[in-house]
């Protein structure tokens, strides 16, 4: 058997180079980066969907996808280690700007916004000549000079927060003033006619066709807004799912685990948990399973929609001539999303989106002024059959789907168990198109070095892991944390969902984290929590304050954040009357 | 209604007293139920002498006003009491200080009701 494996390698090896000399002797390969939003583990057809995206199928059977990636569990975190391949703490986003506590908002790496000492691999492109474009989410900064326009991108049009609406210009909740749309650099207005998937692909055509004559490589980065929420689709998409998800949640986190068990996602012996999250889908009236069942149906339609478009944009570069000389990347920021709980119809929750100018009826969920959340239950299907989703260390909120491919791959249909991380993308697009990764130095000035490796040895098969066994990996996000290290994981999932305690994991025969080997490892167990301390001295993590509570914390910085002057002035003013007052009251008694 | 009114208003005020008797006894665990470290040298006499003083003359004043019925003596605290959760606030919008939104809230609670209380209770001067 392994004798047959090494035959293989070395077969793969021996097609690597070939396509390597053919892929340098076409030039530089254009690259398409595509992130989909809060996407789980198991939400499109080759991880075991139920959802159709034939787009993805046909990228997943062109090269390799990777069953064992990860990438950090919330945003903006993962667009800064994405696009840089430094890690969060020392690029300056290592959580949502939105929910870091103004007392680690002091320290300079714990902004939330993208720091001027580290390099984006739009910048490096760039400067090797190639067009870069960016249509899509940022949310690593909108002040000027943090705007992609002035992160190495040279045509954008951006959304600058952590969501908005699918199909206008609004904000998706209260904390935002307005949906920060940006086009270049300057503030622009959305169109009329705006569907978020559409639109982005629109653009990026747009962005290429306008320098699609002078024959110079691209780079595309084209990052969703589906399926963050507000989750929302045409309705044609929507009812495209309707029926199907009427047997509920837990059958269809059931479906998914079995569906990735047979197509070797997962171990066929892998187990799964259920979330505490996770309600009874028994219990609901059968009024209520019908409205939740619609939740899920408008979000498959939002995940086929993309796929849709995604499909228009490799219809595009093959009409050009451009797509034998492509590179796609498909993946996600994170786990699939929780929020929006299973109560949605209170009566509390109706008035709460009725301020924000939206509803949540069942006959226009998702469709425009709709506001639509999947819930912890159907989240946790959708990571389905992993544990824990978005914001948690839990394998369900840092597994995501990663596919490499393109023709000039020699890796067809292919997948991969290697151990891979968020920080290996910048590495391993810099490889693909012949550039070398920054030193100390970048434009004149100090930038901290890439630490993420390339993914490419993997991609053309000349190798089957990239991180050593002894190697480890650190990752920390608001006190959720984990080490990788060989087939093991050391996690602490933080409060409410979490314990807040370290457990010890084998993800390569537990991806599901149902069997925690703390006890019965104790060595290892002590040993990667040595790893993980060095990890965090070697980085900058800081502690969080005591009884932090990221959905509080969100509340108060956006309070902040938008009446803060007006705040500030009242206080101000009852400073100056108060004593004014009593002065007044003194004087009249005498 | 008047003696319940008395003695809402006494227990903030023995309450204050004790945190400000406990800046003097221990001080380490006044600071930490404060959530600050205890800090050395002269800080520590600063931190010490101002915050014990702070919080017994806030409880003696609370106390005297139950006892003596005299509006100013309900007054004064409740103007301590509310400058410093408007204090917090501006810490939390100028200063990145965190939002202490329980002190906060028991900081206008015991102050609007010493303002009440002085309301009903004081005695014309």
């Known amino acids: ?590 | 209604m008047n003696t319940l009114l008395r003695i809402l208003v006494v227990v903030p005020g023995i309450f204050f007293t004790c945190i400000g008797l406990l800046w003097l006894i221990a001080p380490a665990n006044a600071a930490a139920a404060l959530g600050m470290p205890l800090l050395d040298g002269v800080g520590r006499s600063t931190q010490v002498a101002d915050m014990a003083v702070f919080f017994l003359a806030l409880g003696m004043m609370t106390v005297l006003a139950a006892i003596s019925l005299k509006s100013r003596w309900f007054q004064l605290p409740a103007l301590i009491l509310l400058g410093a959760a408007a204090f917090r606030v501006l810490a939390w919008l100028v200063h990145d200080a965190a939002l202490a939104v329980e002190p906060i809230a028991l900081e206008v609670v015991v102050g609007c009701l010493l303002l009440f209380a002085s309301s009903r209770l004081a005695e014309k001067e």
Request: include cysteine; hydrophobic fraction near 40%; charged fraction near 20%.
């Open chain 1, 1 to 590: 058997m392994r004798y047959v494996r090494s035959l293989r390698l070395l077969l793969l090896a021996v097609t690597g180079l070939w396509h390597s000399l053919l892929l340098a002797q076409a030039g530089p390969p254009n690259i398409v980066l595509i992130l989909a939003d809060d996407l789980g583990f198991s939400d499109i057809a080759p991880y075991g969907s139920e959802i159709q995206t034939p787009a993805l199928n046909a990228l997943a059977e062109n090269g390799v996808s990777f069953t064992n990636y990860h990438t950090a569990a919330s945003c903006a975190p993962t667009r800064g280690m994405m696009l840089t391949g430094v890690d969060s703490h020392r690029n300056g986003v290592p959580n949502i700007p939105e929910t870091i506590p103004p007392e680690l908002a002091q320290y300079e790496n714990y902004r939330g916004t993208l720091s001027h000492g580290v390099v984006t691999v739009a910048s490096l492109l760039q400067d090797a000549g190639y067009h870069t474009y960016m249509a899509g989410k940022w949310h690593l900064g909108q002040t000027p000079d943090l705007l992609p326009s002035r992160r190495g991108f040279e045509r954008t049009v951006t959304m600058a927060d952590t969501g908005a609406d699918n199909w206008e210009q609004k904000p998706y909740i209260p904390i935002y003033e307005r949906a920060n749309w940006y086009a270049d650099g300057e503030r622009t207005t959305l169109p009329e006619d705006f569907y978020s998937s559409r639109f982005l692909v629109d653009k990026m055509i747009e962005f290429i066709d306008s320098k699609h004559a002078d024959r110079k490589p691209f780079f595309a980065y084209l990052p969703f807004q589906a399926v963050h929420i507000p989750v929302q689709a045409p309705q044609e998409f929507t009812d495209k799912y309707m029926g199907v998800y009427d047997a509920g949640w837990t059958a269809l986190r059931e479906q998914r685990q079995s569906r990735a068990r047979e197509l070797g996602l997962v171990p066929a012996t892998a187990d799964m948990v259920t979330m505490s999250t996770t309600n009874d889908w028994d219990a609901y009236t059968e009024e209520e399973r019908r409205y939740h069942a619609k939740r899920m149906a408008v979000y498959a339609g939002m995940v086929d929609a993309m796929d849709h478009h995604v499909g228009r944009l490799v219809e595009y570069l093959k009409s050009i001539g451009q797509y034998d000389n492509t590179i796609f990347i498909f993946t996600s920021d994170n786990g699939s999303e929780a929020s929006g709980g299973d109560d949605v119809r209170s009566p509390l929750m109706r008035l709460s989106l009725a301020m924000n100018g939206y509803t949540n009826d069942y006959d226009t969920l998702g469709l425009k002024g709709s506001f639509n959340a999947i819930g912890p239950s159907f989240a946790s299907a959708a990571a389905g059959p992993l544990a824990y989703y978005k914001f948690y260390a839990g394998e369900g909120g840092m597994r995501v789907p990663l596919i490499i491919a393109g023709e000039g791959l020699p890796v067809k249909g292919e997948w991969t168990s290697a151990f891979a991380y968020v920080m290996d993308i910048a590495p391993t697009i810099l490889e693909l198109s012949g550039v070398k990764p920054p030193g100390r130095y970048f434009g004149g000035h100090p930038v901290e070095p890439m630490t993420g490796r390339s993914l490419l040895p993997l991609a053309v098969g000349k190798v089957d892991r990239v991180y050593a066994e002894t190697e480890s990996v650190g990752y920390e996000l608001a006190g959720n944390a984990a080490l990788f290290q060989g087939d093991y994981k050391l996690v602490r999932n933080y409060l409410p969902v979490g314990d807040n305690r370290w457990h010890l994991y084998n993800i390569a025969t537990d991806p599901g984290e149902t069997e925690d080997l703390s006890v019965s490892m104790p060595e290892r167990f002590v040993l990667m929590q040595t790893l993980y301390a060095d990890y965090a001295a070697d980085n900058g993590v800081l502690p969080l304050p005591a009884d932090y509570d990221a959905t509080f914390q969100g509340v108060a910085n956006g309070i902040r954040e938008r009446f803060g002057l007006h705040i500030l002035v009242a206080l101000l003013t009852l400073l100056v009357l108060v004593p004014l007052y009593f002065a007044y009251r003194v004087s009249s008694r005498r």
